[in-house]
């Protein structure tokens, strides 16, 4: 039986459509951010962190093709059963990524 889906080695050029399974994506930690008297740019570049996420690529093939971004947009996996019904649309749970 034939897959909907290929998988393509790393060396592969990153397209529109593409899983990627255990990505590291940076997103800011959950506490208050206090700057009184503290370097603003210190305090930011140390409210960070790295987690880790199944991700689907949504930038356009074309610009990933021609170069035209510097960022990457990215939006997250969530597998079927970890969803619930909410009214008639079957939703994500409120949950930090």
């Known amino acids: 039986m034939s897959s909907w889906y290929e998988i393509v080695s790393a060396e592969e050029s990153l397209t529109q459509g593409d ?50 971004i510097q960022n990457v947009t990215l939006c997250r996996i969530s597998h079927y059963p970890n969803t619930k019904k909410i009214g008639k649309f079957q939703c994500l749970p409120t949950t930090k990524i």
């Open 19 to 68: 899983f990627i399974f255990d990505c590291p994506v940076p997103t800011w930690k959950n506490e208050d951010l206090d700057i009184t008297g503290k370097d603003e740019e210190e305090v930011l570049k140390a409210s960070h962190e790295f987690i880790s996420a199944d991700v689907i690529v949504m930038t356009q093939a074309c610009d990933l093709e021609q170069n035209k």
